[in-house]
């Protein structure tokens, strides 16, 4: 029992830390805009868009996710579909868990692929400057690995290859947004757009990036319950470091580094999963709580160091 209430709350604290980290450049772009902005947009956005943000994106999504893949669950089913002792619901879970799996890791690793071939970026490893480098091949290999996806996947189960390239599909979606994004939040930083346009563009935007959160959060948990208040809690602190600590953060130029290999390690682990692979329930936070901590750290000491 102490056991079980342990992997709760590190599950938790794992989905929390990962919301965080991987919605820093959300952080960002939110605190600059916002900064253009009248106090009391600002006051309604921080109020209201942390309600929007916590309990329909990152309490909706995980939920219609499950639902979509385990339609015979119901709604009510799948919110609690995790916490169930029915037969019924427990195989629905279990038939459908390598489909969601399949999907939101190829989206994760794609997310890592291009944020390590063509993003700038603080190179915190000797590695990263030369794949930088080799910008061109980020589409060749992004091919050839979810057709290699696909290809094993047809073997297991053929809505496994047709739900990696969902995720596919979803990244190339999702990746289109924040292009668009940044070109808007340039518009928006010169000026000529009403508070509330900003609003409903940061709104937008904060769903776009809550996808990312969101299909990470599956690693860690099936359970939509605890994929709401880990990611709500993550939100919750996200939106404080907006207002008060932004500049703070930005100064620890290694974090986005340290969400990004978070990034590949759960989309691995989603992959390997939807195959059979038995991944411990625990690994996922510790992995997450490991990497962010070694880029934490190695962004400290270089900022100790004044680089």
């Known amino acids: 029992m102490a056991a079980d209430i342990a992997l709760l709350f590190l599950t938790v604290l794992g989905?929390?830390?990962?919301?965080?980290?991987?919605?820093?450049?959300?952080?960002?772009?939110n605190a600059e805009v916002l900064s253009t902005m009248r106090e009391k947009a600002r006051r309604w956005f921080l109020l209201w868009g942390l309600l929007f943000a916590v309990f329909v994106i990152r309490g909706l999504l995980p939920w219609l996710i499950v639902w979509a893949s385990a339609p015979s669950l119901g709604p009510v089913g799948a919110f609690t579909a995790t916490f169930s002792s029915d037969p019924k619901v427990i195989e629905a879970i279990e038939?459908?868990?390598?489909?969601?799996?399949?999907?939101?890791?190829?989206?994760?690793?794609?997310?890592?692929?291009?944020?390590l071939f063509l993003e700038e970026k603080h190179y915190g490893l000797p590695t990263e400057r030369f794949f930088r480098s080799q910008g061109v091949w980020f589409y060749a290999i992004a091919s050839v690995f979810v057709a290699a996806l696909v290809w094993f996947a047809l073997a297991v189960n053929?809505?496994?290859?047709?739900a990696a390239v969902v995720g596919?599909?979803?990244?190339f979606i999702t990746h289109g947004f924040k292009q668009n994004a940044e070109l808007e939040e340039q518009r928006l930083l010169e000026g000529g757009r009403s508070d509330i346009a900003k609003i409903m563009y940061l709104e937008v935007i904060d769903a776009t990036f809550s996808i990312d959160g969101v299909l990470g959060a599956f690693a860690f948990t099936l359970a939509v319950p605890l994929i709401l208040v880990g990611n709500g809690l993550g939100a919750f602190v996200l939106r404080q470091m907006t207002v008060s600590n932004i500049d703070r953060?930005?100064?620890f130029r290694y974090l986005k580094n340290g969400a990004m290999y978070s990034i590949l390690f759960l989309g691995?682990?989603?992959?390997?999963?939807?195959?059979?692979?038995?991944?411990?329930?625990?690994?996922?936070?510790?992995?997450?709580?490991?990497?962010?901590?070694?880029?934490?750290?190695?962004?400290?000491?270089?900022?100790?160091a004044g680089k």
Not at 15 to 29: G, Q, T, Y
């Open 158 to 162: 053929p809505f496994m290859a047709f």
């Open 249 to 251: 953060i930005k100064k």
């Open 168 to 171: 596919s599909t979803t990244f």
């Open 15 to 29: 989905l929390a830390l990962f919301e965080i980290i991987s919605s820093i450049d959300n952080a960002i772009i």
């Open 95 to 115: 038939s459908a868990a390598p489909l969601l799996l399949i999907a939101g890791g190829t989206f994760l690793i794609l997310l890592f692929f291009h944020w």
């Open 268 to 304: 691995m682990i989603m992959v390997l999963d939807s195959f059979g692979m038995h991944i411990p329930s625990w690994a996922s936070p510790v992995v997450t709580f490991g990497v962010v901590g070694f880029f934490f750290w190695k962004s400290k000491k270089a900022l100790d």
